[in-house]
Structure formats: structure tokens, C-alpha cells
């Protein structure tokens, strides 16, 4: 069985891209699905939300960028049930610099999960640095699906203009099935800002948008201190029970566009 792989990523620091990442795992998990996450961030925030040491592991994502490592060698168990991870270290800031000397550079990342096929994993979900660079170009050329975390703020939504590019960019070189789903983040409805962008994101990309979403919530903020997602740390929460609704809207997509004809 192919796993579905997921891109998590926006230019913008500070949209909730980690928790993301995490929290979708935790709630796949949490339906007993098989689910491996992909550190690709120097700052190892996703490796730490886990309760691990981003310079403990001897292999990191780094690592099958740069060296061509199988994925059997660098994934790791988490302490929850059918969630593992390839952590990342400091050593993928070299892979942003070394990585476009490589021949087929841009696609290093979907040949190595290619290779690793079929795999135990139901889902594989990335989690990109907050730059448009070449470690971010693998992951999306990996992907079935780039998922945009953004904030219903100025500078967050005027960033979507760069992804924009990008995904272009990607369908029409590596990956022409690269489709892409904006997640609102960190949403304050009391906020009349934040409501009138939320109406223009709505407005400007429509289907592109997922219906879910997630609010401001200060336990998201609490739960990668603790090394646990939101689903484990305080399990019934706003925060938690978005993100599973989250999931389960994104169960019923991959499922409607995995069964249409090519």
C-alpha cells in the first residue's frame, strides 16, 4: 500500500505549522491509522514536541536528503501508539545549502519514500522550515497534498502569494498532482480583523480552503512543552476536538480524490 504524503508549510513563522503537523498525526493515530512524521526544520520543534532530544539521534532527515539513508534507518517509535518520527537536527541547514549541487536535488526526498514503498505507514506528514528553499521543494514534490497553515492576519494571508508561486512552480516541473488545502489558524473570533480576513480568505480561495478550524486555544501552546500532542495532553479541549474534526475532514478528502480515475 502507497502511503498518502502530506506537506506541512508556510513561509511565515509562528501559523501553528508544528502543532499542525503534530496534531493531525496524533488524531490519525488516534483512528488507528499508521502514521510516520518528517522533522524537516532546523529548529527540530516537532522532534522536541515528541519528547525527543533533537541531537540525540544518530540519523536525521538530514541524512536522507544528503546521503541517501533508507527510511527504515532513520525513523524512530514515539511513546504514542502507531505515531513514529524521522527526527531532525541542525545538520538540515546543510542540506539547505548543499542539496542543489545533487543531481535531481528537487526530488531527493519523493525517491527515497518512493523507494521505501510499499510501507507500513498510512500517512506520512512533513514538516517544512519556514522558508521557500530547496529542502522545502522536496517536500512538496513528495506530496499528494500541501496543507497551508495561515493565520486570519495581514502579513500571514499576503504570504499565501509566495506559496502560490511555489505550488505552480512544482506542478509544472516535479509533481503535476500537487493539490493544496488552506488551514486557518489561531483564529480569535472576537476579533473584527480577523473575521474580515477570515471572509476574504473564504472568498479568494473557496474550495481551496478546509471548512475546519482552529482557534486560538492556550493549551496548543502548552502541549509540545509537555512533549504530547493536544489529543494526549488535554484531550478534550477546543484544540483537540478541532484537530480531530480536522482529521476526519481530511480522511473524507484523501479518500474521495484517491478513489476518482486518473
Known amino acids: 500500500m502507497m502511503s498518502y504524503v502530506i506537506a506541512v508549510s508556510n513561509e511565515k513563522g509562528g501559523v501553528a505549522k508544528t502543532t499542525t503537523t503534530l496534531s493531525i498525526g496524533a488524531a490519525l493515530a488516534e483512528q488507528d491509522y499508521q502514521v510516520l512524521l518528517i522533522d524537516l526544520d532546523a529548529q527540530a520543534n516537532l522532534t522536541l514536541a515528541l519528547g525527543l532530544e533533537p541531537g540525540g539521534a544518530v540519523l536525521t532527515s538530514s541524512d536522507i536528503l544528503l546521503e541517501n ?35 535531481n536535488y528537487a526530488t531527493r526526498l519523493a525517491d527515497a519514500l518512493f523507494a521505501a514503498q510499499p510501507t507500513k505507514y498510512d500517512f506520512v506528514l512533513i514538516d517544512c522550515p519556514p522558508a521557500l528553499g530547496a529542502v522545502t521543494l522536496n517536500a512538496l514534490n513528495a506530496a499528494n497534498l500541501l496543507i497551508i497553515p495561515t493565520q486570519a492576519e495581514y502579513f500571514s494571508a499576503y504570504a499565501l502569494r509566495n506559496m502560490m508561486s511555489l505550488i505552480r512552480k512544482v506542478r509544472s516541473e516535479d509533481n503535476p498532482g500537487l493539490a493544496y488545502r488552506i488551514l486557518i489558524t489561531m483564529l480569535d473570533r472576537r476579533n473584527r480583523s480577523h473575521r474580515t480576513i477570515q471572509n476574504q480568505l473564504e472568498n479568494t480561495f473557496g474550495e481551496g480552503l478546509f471548512k475546519s478550524i482552529i482557534e486560538v486555544d492556550t493549551k496548543l501552546r502548552e502541549s509540545p512543552i509537555v512533549g504530547l500532542p493536544i489529543t494526549q495532553y488535554k484531550t478534550n479541549t477546543r484544540g483537540a476536538e478541532q484537530y480531530r474534526i480536522l482529521a476526519q475532514e481530511l480522511i473524507e478528502y484523501v479518500k474521495e480524490s484517491t478513489q476518482q480515475p486518473s
Open 69 to 103: 539513508v533508507p527510511f527504515e534507518n532513520v525513523w524512530q517509535r514515539s511513546e504514542i501508539e502507531r505515531l513514529d518520527i524521522v527526527p531532525s537536527g541542525k545538520k538540515i541547514e546543510r542540506a539547505e545549502q548543499l542539496l542543489p549541487i545533487h543531481l
